[in-house]
């Protein structure tokens, strides 16, 4: 709460309408909500590092080109590497981010291949393969909504990811499967940096099926990955940045074959906590928010039950935003509430909550409102 049980939500700062309001993930289609937000990398990791440069066999990407390339010379020379996903009544994009040892790697959104342990890719040229999704992030949030795929033999062509940072105005061009039309090509520029620059904002056009395809730049390198676009919206689409991608690429532990994940890091279980039985995994909910003073809005949200140190119960609430609360219900009808902008401050208060039929209403002490439907909270 603003200043108090959301703070500021700073991470992605966007104001949303309350009416009509839809936070669509472009591979699938569908209204997804993000929920918990990871350290600033994306989580769970499980097949060797294709970027490693000691791999034996490793296929490094060419440089990115020199100068700025039109719309046309960045899709002739791109569409070799980008692959379109289709899993069950899932569609979405993919692009090759390293070949090594027989084997390809591909880059796209762990929202894509939701479910599926083996995912169909279609080239370009027409050809098909059978890919086995080898590592995978939470999904939780645009940061770890991240997948790798491994198909066996050199398919393909390697895409280069930016190393810089990208810049506001920085021409794009997204390469993927819109509505299913596949190889199609849109271009626009970066609008905004969001999220401590992990999130481009981009104008592009970002539909369902572009979802884990390419965000290239006029140098032709890979500046995002597209991920998601605020429905009812014109021009407000968002990709994860090479940044983001590029560390989930190095925490691939190596070590392991296809087929034969690895272990997970440490500290990775503890960070899948449970989830609210009435609000699984997977299910899509939207919050109302309202500062104090301000209008009410409709968030995008996930909230999942924690168990306390002290044996107590908290609730985890992810907002689509990248700032996060924990509540902790008492039977007097308090609430201890601890709110975190994405940006690693955090800071307590606390306020009251009501029941309803549809769920449970927060309310800090500084009169701002969070109603989080379908909880029915355990008291502490």
Same mark, same amino acid.
């Given at each position: 709460?603003?200043?108090?049980?959301?703070?500021?939500?700073?991470?992605?700062?966007?104001?949303?309408?309350?009416?009509?309001?839809?936070?669509?993930?472009?591979?699938?289609?569908?209204?997804?909500?993000?929920?918990?937000?990871?350290?600033?990398?994306?989580?769970?990791?499980?097949?060797?590092?294709?970027?490693?440069?000691?791999?034996?066999?490793?296929?490094?990407?060419?440089?990115?080109?020199?100068?700025?390339?039109?719309?046309?010379?960045?899709?002739?020379?791109?569409? =070799?590497? $980008?692959?379109?996903?289709?899993?069950?009544? +899932?569609?979405?994009? @993919?692009? /090759? !981010? #390293?070949?090594?040892? *027989?084997?390809?790697?591909?880059?796209?959104?762990?929202?894509?291949?939701?479910?599926? =342990?083996? $995912?169909?890719?279609?080239?370009?040229?027409? +050809?098909?393969?059978? @890919?086995? /999704? !080898? #590592?995978?992030?939470? *999904?939780?949030?645009?940061?770890?909504?991240?997948?790798?795929?491994?198909?066996?033999?050199?398919?393909?062509?390697?895409?280069?990811?930016?190393?810089?940072?990208?810049?506001?105005?920085?021409?794009?061009?997204?390469? *993927?499967?819109?509505?299913?039309?596949?190889?199609?090509?849109?271009?626009?520029?970066?609008?905004?940096?969001?999220?401590?620059?992990?999130?481009?904002?981009?104008?592009?056009?970002?539909?369902?099926?572009?979802?884990? *395809?390419?965000?290239?730049?006029?140098?032709?390198?890979?500046?995002?990955?597209?991920?998601?676009?605020?429905?009812?919206?014109?021009?407000?689409?968002?990709?994860?940045?090479?940044?983001?991608?590029?560390?989930?690429?190095?925490?691939?532990?190596?070590?392991?074959?296809?087929?034969?994940?690895?272990?997970?890091?440490?500290?990775?279980?503890?960070?899948?906590?449970?989830?609210?039985?009435?609000?699984?995994?997977?299910?899509?909910?939207?919050?109302?928010?309202?500062?104090?003073?301000?209008?009410?809005?409709?968030?995008?949200?996930?909230?999942?039950?924690?168990?306390?140190?002290?044996?107590?119960?908290?609730?985890?609430?992810?907002?689509?935003?990248?700032?996060?609360?924990?509540?902790?219900?008492?039977?007097?009808?308090?609430?201890?509430?601890?709110?975190?902008?994405?940006?690693?401050?955090?800071?307590?208060?606390?306020?009251?909550?009501?029941?309803?039929?549809?769920?449970?209403?927060?309310?800090?002490?500084?009169?701002?409102?969070?109603?989080?439907?379908?909880?029915?909270?355990?008291?502490?």
């Amino acid at each position: 709460m603003q200043s108090n049980s959301r703070i500021r939500r700073s991470a992605w700062g966007l104001k949303l309408g309350a009416a009509g309001l839809a936070f669509a993930l472009s591979g699938c289609g569908l209204t997804r909500a993000t929920a918990e937000v990871p350290a600033n990398r994306a989580a769970a990791a499980t097949l060797p590092a294709p970027a490693a440069k000691a791999a034996t066999g490793a296929i490094e990407p060419s440089s990115c080109a020199a100068g700025r390339q039109s719309a046309e010379e960045v899709f002739r020379s791109a569409r =070799e590497g $980008v692959a379109v996903v289709s899993s069950g009544n +899932s569609l979405g994009s @993919a692009f /090759v !981010v #390293a070949q090594q040892d *027989g084997m390809t790697y591909l880059a796209t959104n762990a929202h894509v291949v939701e479910g599926s =342990e083996v $995912v169909r890719l279609k080239w370009v040229d027409g +050809s098909s393969d059978r @890919a086995q /999704v !080898v #590592a995978r992030g939470s *999904g939780d949030a645009p940061t770890s909504d991240l997948a790798l795929l491994a198909v066996e033999g050199q398919r393909g062509k390697v895409l280069r990811m930016r190393d810089q940072t990208s810049a506001v105005g920085q021409e794009v061009f997204v390469i *993927g499967a819109p509505k299913g039309l596949e190889f199609s090509l849109s271009r626009g520029v970066v609008s905004s940096l969001r999220g401590n620059e992990q999130i481009l904002q981009i104008d592009a056009a970002v539909n369902p099926g572009n979802s884990g *395809g390419p965000v290239l730049d006029a140098g032709n390198c890979v500046a995002g990955i597209a991920t998601f676009k605020y429905g009812d919206s014109e021009g407000l689409n968002f990709a994860v940045s090479s940044k983001v991608v590029r560390e989930f690429l190095a925490e691939l532990p190596t070590g392991s074959t296809a087929g034969q994940p690895a272990a997970e890091p440490p500290g990775q279980r503890q960070a899948r906590r449970p989830r609210q039985p009435e609000i699984a995994r997977g299910d899509d909910t939207l919050c109302l928010f309202r500062a104090s003073g301000g209008e009410e809005e409709q968030i995008p949200c996930r909230i999942s039950q924690v168990n306390a140190r002290n044996g107590g119960t908290l609730y985890d609430l992810a907002w689509a935003d990248g700032s996060r609360n924990a509540y902790a219900f008492f039977r007097d009808g308090r609430v201890a509430i601890r709110a975190d902008d994405g940006s690693g401050r955090a800071q307590s208060d606390q306020g009251t909550f009501r029941r309803f039929e549809e769920g449970v209403a927060v309310r800090s002490s500084g009169d701002s409102l969070a109603f989080i439907p379908g909880l029915d909270p355990v008291l502490n």
